[in-house]
């Protein structure tokens, strides 16, 4: 599930625990619709994001409480790009919270390659992703991911993929209606 991170000094947050898709190429709003719909019925909020080596990804979420998508960004994205690639990084958040993320080709994350849990959970999905070859191991902290997130620039911020101009047409168009005769 996703959460989010602030940083004393930075504007907005920043979300992580993102499922990831590979996309062959810029997808469409009517794309990220479907994508999000496939993933459950509770996810709307995504992202679309292309490396600097040209990987193209979309990120998704369920919404999470007090946030708007736009104050967000997600912060897989935002590292990708901070060490050599295949990279996987464990970074320890408050009591026994941890981040994982894992990056490939492209620096795109991988699936299953954004995840927020304990060490222990997260401690498998390494070893899982282990066995996809060798890896970068990298290990940090809060203060490692706010100096990673104010290096950052031109990373887009989420928004909700589920809205869009059909939707605005429904509202109007229940509004509009009169009385039956």
């Known amino acids: 599930m996703a959460e989010i991170l602030s940083f004393p000094g930075l504007k907005g947050g920043f979300a992580i625990g993102l ?18 719909l496939e993933l459950g019925r509770n996810v709307r909020w995504g992202v ?22 736009a104050g967000l960004k997600p912060l897989a994205a935002i590292v990708a790009s901070q060490h050599r690639q295949p990279w996987m990084g464990l970074f320890h958040l408050q009591g026994s919270r941890c981040w994982y993320v894992a990056v490939r080709q492209g620096h795109a994350v991988i699936t299953g390659g ?14 899982q992703h282990r066995a996809l070859g060798e890896w970068t191991e990298v290990e940090g902290t809060l203060r490692d991911l706010a100096a990673m997130a104010r290096a950052s620039k031109g990373v887009s911020a989420m928004r909700d993929v589920l809205t869009g101009p059909w939707e605005s047409t429904a509202y109007v168009s229940a509004g509009v209606r009169g009385p039956r005769a």
Do not use: I, Y
Request: hydrophobic share 40%; glycine share 8%.
């Open 114 to 127: 954004d995840q927020v849990g304990t060490l222990e959970e997260l401690t498998a999905v390494r070893a």
């Open 19 to 36: 499922s990831w898709l590979h996309e062959e190429a810029q997808p469409t709003n009517s794309a990220l619709r479907a994508s999000a």
């Open 48 to 69: 679309v994001h292309e490396s600097a080596e040209g990987a193209v990804q979309s990120g998704f979420c369920e919404p999470m409480a007090g946030a708007k998508p």
